[in-house]
């Protein structure tokens, strides 16, 4: 018989981590920690710049916070790619899938009531 | 009989590894605890995400009252957001040192945490007082009611996850550090870690893009 399945590694609890040293951990952290004050520094600092192009400011602004919530997703989160989280993974696929349909979606379409709708001030007009 | 299932199990690998499978019985409570509350995470996150799609809906609804460029104090907010970043690491150290099982670093490491977490609180709390100070409450505008409500539904969640981190200083102080309490304390660490996520989003939405636009 094959022994490759006779190791397969044991699922992981959301949060916790495989069997590393203190050290390690602690270092995990730091990482993170570090990483995200960098992103939040740079956010912060790209809202208020005249150093770049002004219309890339929001764009900017979303993706350094998608990138600060990968960073807080692994080390502190330590949702991983491993195969002993898949299950965690998976949620969270379904998770964002949720979030993306109700904000991309509310957007879309409000955003399109308001293009058709006639200004305020002229169903106003015509109510009278 | 034992030879010829060893030697339908050496013929066809895919069927010894579902039978393996199947014998390997239910997962650890600790995995099925922390998988629970990782799905409620995910649903409290799609809370959120509607009050986002409120906020972003209604972000020019002011009726001519004033707007996030006019009200928003950055240096406040970078504040809180220190704060809140300071004390998701606090708790990070709280997750080790009770999985070391030492008290003394576990209470430190929560009682950190735990002040952090008030400084936020009391800093959102001036920031809100301020704001209906200036007659800039929730009812003023559709764009202030949902930026209350989103916000506050964040400061919600911090003031209960406050709550819930003095009964874990509590519980390890008086139970020690039982294989039900390591539960509880693993859904805390979650549930702090994603409100600090939740913050990023609120900081760089609300804030940021409210202050630029």
């Given at each position: 018989m094959s022994d490759v399945d006779l190791h397969r590694e044991p699922d992981l609890?959301?949060?916790?981590?495989?069997?590393?040293?203190?050290?390690?951990?602690?270092?995990?952290?730091?990482t993170g920690l570090a990483l995200a004050i960098l992103l939040t520094a740079t956010s912060f600092f790209v809202a208020g710049t005249d150093l770049v192009w002004q219309p890339s400011i929001p764009v900017a602004i979303i993706v350094l916070a998608i990138a600060q919530m990968g960073v807080h997703l692994v080390f502190f989160l330590h949702i991983t790619t491993g195969s002993d989280n898949t299950n965690n993974v998976m949620a969270l696929a379904f998770g964002l899938l949720i979030v993306f349909l109700v904000i991309g979606g509310s957007l879309w379409i409000m955003a399109n009531l308001s293009h058709n709708m006639m200004p305020m001030d002229q169903l106003m007009q015509m109510q009278r | 009989?034992?030879?010829?299932?060893?030697?339908?199990?050496?013929?066809?690998?895919?069927?010894?590894?579902?039978?393996?499978a199947e014998h390997e019985g239910p997962a650890p409570k600790r995995i099925v605890t922390g998988y629970g509350f990782w799905i409620f995470l995910l649903s409290d996150m799609v809370m959120f995400s509607c009050f986002f799609a409120a906020y972003a809906v209604l972000l020019g609804q002011t009726a001519g009252g004033p707007?996030?460029?006019?009200?928003?104090n950055l240096r406040n907010v970078a504040l809180e957001t220190g704060c809140l970043l300071a004390s998701s690491?606090?708790?990070g150290m709280a997750s080790i040192a009770a999985?070391?099982?030492?008290?003394?670093?576990f209470q430190i490491a929560m009682a950190v945490t735990c002040v952090?977490?008030?400084?936020?609180?009391?800093?959102?709390?001036?920031?809100?007082?301020?704001?209906?100070?200036?007659?800039?409450?929730?009812?003023?505008s559709a764009f202030l009611s949902a930026f209350f409500t989103l916000v506050g539904c964040h400061g919600l969640h911090v003031?209960?996850?406050?709550?819930?981190?003095?009964?874990?200083?509590?519980?390890?102080?008086?139970?020690?550090f039982r294989a039900d309490i390591q539960r509880r304390f693993l859904c805390f660490a979650l549930f702090w870690h994603a409100l600090d996520i939740i913050w990023v989003a609120v900081f760089s939405v609300v804030y940021l893009l409210g202050s630029a636009a």
């Open positions: 609890a959301p949060g916790d981590e495989k069997d590393v040293s203190v050290k390690f951990r602690v270092l995990g952290y730091l | 009989m034992t030879a010829i299932t060893m030697t339908s199990a050496h013929r066809n690998p895919h069927l010894a590894v579902l039978d393996e707007g996030g460029a006019e009200l928003f690491f606090a708790c999985e070391v099982r030492s008290h003394l670093w952090l977490g008030l400084a936020f609180l009391s800093i959102e709390f001036h920031e809100f007082a301020d704001l209906v100070a200036r007659g800039a409450g929730p009812s003023r003031s209960g996850g406050t709550l819930w981190l003095l009964t874990m200083m509590a519980q390890v102080f008086a139970k020690g």
